[in-house]
């Protein structure tokens, strides 16, 4: 039998959360600090994956997985801000005191779950975007090979305009959530 738990976070409880974004995207801005961000993020990502952690902790730590995937992408081609702003979210799994230690059996990876749903929330049109995109690349890639083309030739060239449209419609998305009422952690 499941269960559904709800609960609010209140302003305060969300302030918090934004605090943690500001310094981690300080640390972020030193090259040695983003491949430290990145090695801990995969470190903790390949721990989820083998880990004994609860469904719904497993469920939203494996998704960072993309998040990470998508900054490494050199074909997807993020503007700096945006690769940073990423990697000053990735950075709480990375290089920042939790609220809960992770050690601590049971609860100690909730707030990283609870997180890293904010994370996810705030990011759907730049996952949904690079999804797409990903989706496109591997279709396109297949579709070249069975013609009998080699994928590699023109491959900018049809990787650039999909990856254009992608792009304007994510930071599109992005600027109409700001003009809302929705709350942002102002990772991007």
Not at 19 to 46: C, F, G, P, Y
Not at 161 to 167: E, M, Q
Request: hydrophobic share 35%; proline share 2%; with cysteine.
């Amino acid at each position: 039998m499941s269960i559904d738990i709800t609960f609010t976070l209140s302003d305060e409880d969300l302030e918090q959360f934004e605090d943690i974004v500001v310094k981690a995207r300080n640390l972020v801005q030193e090259t040695d600090n983003e491949s430290a961000v990145m090695d801990e993020a995969k470190k903790m990502i390949e721990q989820t994956r083998h880990g004994n952690l609860p469904g719904f902790i497993n469920e939203r730590l494996l998704k960072l997985g993309t998040l990470l995937e998508m900054v490494q992408d050199e074909e997807w081609k993020l503007e700096e801000e945006e690769r940073r702003g990423i990697l000053a979210a990735l950075s709480y799994f990375a290089l920042c005191d939790d609220l809960i230690p992770d050690h601590i059996p049971g609860v100690g990876f909730l707030d990283d779950a609870l997180y890293a749903e904010i994370i996810i929330q705030e990011l759907d049109s730049e996952l949904r975007s690079y999804k797409e995109f990903c989706q496109f690349r591997s279709a396109e890639e297949n579709r070249r090979i069975n013609r009998g083309l080699d994928p590699k030739i023109g491959r900018e060239d049809w990787l650039a305009d999909k990856r254009s449209v992608l792009h304007s419609r994510m930071r599109a998305r992005r600027t109409g959530d700001r003009s809302g009422h929705r709350w942002r952690a102002g990772i991007l």
